[in-house]
């Protein structure tokens, strides 16, 4: 082994140690890149290696983050996530919660269906994890408490149905991983539908069917009214106003009317003027929104800054070749090796958030999916067919990483707006399942690509 592998080991083993300091993850990225392309200088002058790291080095990065400033499909990311951010204040969800818990009382998990659908509506709507978690949290988990709900399925379906803003668009994970890979946004965006469907239907399916085998985890509430027509029509009429922000942002692009970029500005217009038709709209709300925008917007642009340090230093040592012929000299043919990508990329879920695995891991792997010759049909219209599947078999991994401890993001939004009696115990134990739904709708996509490609392909066939 050459020193330019080793000090790629070492790159990659003192970035995984100094994430648990505590020390903000732009910061982590940044700062082994700068200690190692040192570190290479010195072993340059006195080992008589040749890493080729030097001041230069340092001065490239300069160019690379002109090119990612310049890059209009991040223009993208702070409108979507704005969008999230003032459909969370609109109050469509509190509606949409109302009548639907009228509606589906009278059923086994009526709840519990009831915070499925509205996640799978709020991540169509807004991709904001954080805020979907956090408002499902606060809407229900006081009403199946109140119920009589079993503490770990309450907890589990918030936080499940919470993280299917990362894969169902308009997801700013599906966004940075398009400009990463130089694929297109739309394909991303119509591939991941599907998937995200499923992923949602396997959960329903699932409380459905554990709520039928253990009636005590889901008592059904003697209160409540018959179901009418007229309850049938409250919910369409809650649901219709975020159907028509959905139509206006990812119809345009699906139809070809707007870009990514052009479609996020739309949602934006919308979603604030949601906000005023609900009369939740005045300067206190724009300015808070405006704030946690630029707060999340300055986060996920600090780590490309760290990330593109990281990448250049990496590379320059010949990282990406050093991974490729790891992966590829592995004896287990194309599938198996795709399925240690994925098994890594789960593994390091457990520790890294999904803008490091996207920014870092992704770019480094793509090159080796390419290599696998895997053949996709992209029926003459999707352009690099298996990067597309690579890409959203990608998205549905990480999105365990929001279930999975220590790093899971979705848990700890949630414990901290859950009422005091549920324990982080209880949150672990809800998680689960539908950690395991997940990989099994990872394993579905896996095994028929058309899943990812048919969409796309019928749209813009």
């Not at 790291?53 to 990612?68: E, F, S």
């Not at 969800?93 to 269906?113: H, T």
């Not at 954080?130 to 009403?143: E, M, Q, T």
Request: proline share 6%.
């Amino acid at each position: 082994m050459d020193a330019n592998s080793v000090l790629v080991i070492l790159m990659f083993a003192t970035f995984i140690g100094l994430l648990f300091t505590g020390f903000p993850i732009a910061l982590v990225l940044g700062g082994v890149a700068m200690i190692f392309t040192f570190i290479g200088y010195l072993a340059d002058i006195y080992l008589g290696t040749w890493t080729g790291l030097d001041y230069l080095t340092v001065g490239m990065v300069v160019n690379r983050l002109y090119k990612i400033m310049d890059n209009w499909v991040l223009v993208a990311l702070p409108m979507f996530i704005f969008m999230g951010l003032m459909l969370d204040r609109s109050g469509i969800a509190e509606k949409m919660m109302q009548k639907m818990q009228a509606l589906f009382g009278p059923v086994r998990g009526g709840l519990a269906v009831s915070v499925t659908i509205i996640g799978i509506v709020l991540a169509a709507s807004t991709g904001i994890i954080g805020a979907s978690v956090v408002l499902l949290g606060l809407l229900s988990i006081p009403a199946m408490l109140n119920q009589g709900y079993n503490k770990a399925l309450a907890t589990g379906t918030v936080c499940g149905s919470g993280t299917l803003g990362i894969l169902i668009p308009p997801s700013i994970m599906l966004v940075i991983m398009a400009d990463q890979l130089g694929l297109s946004v739309g394909d991303l965006f119509m591939g991941a539908v599907l998937p995200g469907v499923i992923l949602g239907s396997l959960y329903i399916i699932y409380i459905v069917g554990f709520c039928a085998l253990n009636p005590g985890v889901a008592p059904l509430d003697p209160s409540r009214p018959p179901v009418k027509i007229s309850m049938v029509w409250d919910v369409l009429k809650s649901i219709f106003p975020p159907a028509l922000l959905i139509l206006a942002v990812l119809g345009s692009i699906f139809m070809g009317i707007t870009t990514p970029t052009e479609a996020s500005g739309v949602g934006a217009l919308g979603a604030t003027l949601l906000a005023i038709m609900n009369k939740k709209f005045n300067l206190k709300v724009l300015k808070e929104v405006c704030h946690a925008t630029f707060n999340t917007t300055g986060y996920i642009f600090g780590i490309f800054i760290g990330a593109t340090c990281f990448a250049l230093v990496l590379r320059s040592l010949g990282g990406d070749e050093f991974i490729e012929a790891a992966l590829t000299g592995l004896p287990l043919g194309p599938y198996g090796v795709m399925a240690v990508i994925l098994g890594t990329v789960f593994a390091l879920g457990f520790f890294l958030d999904w803008i490091e695995i996207t920014l870092i891991i992704l770019p480094l792997l793509a090159p080796v999916v390419s290599a696998l010759g895997i053949e996709i049909d992209g029926h003459g219209v999707i352009d690099n067919p298996e990067l597309v599947w690579f890409a959203v078999l990608v998205a549905v991994s990480l999105q365990t990483s929001f279930l999975t401890p220590p790093v899971g993001f979705a848990i700890f939004y949630l414990k901290g707006v859950a009422p005091p009696e549920i324990e982080l115990l209880d949150i672990y134990k809800g998680v689960v399942p539908f950690i395991v739904l997940q990989l099994m709708g990872l394993l579905a996509v896996a095994i028929w690509p058309q899943l990812v490609i048919w969409l796309p392909a019928v749209a813009y066939g």
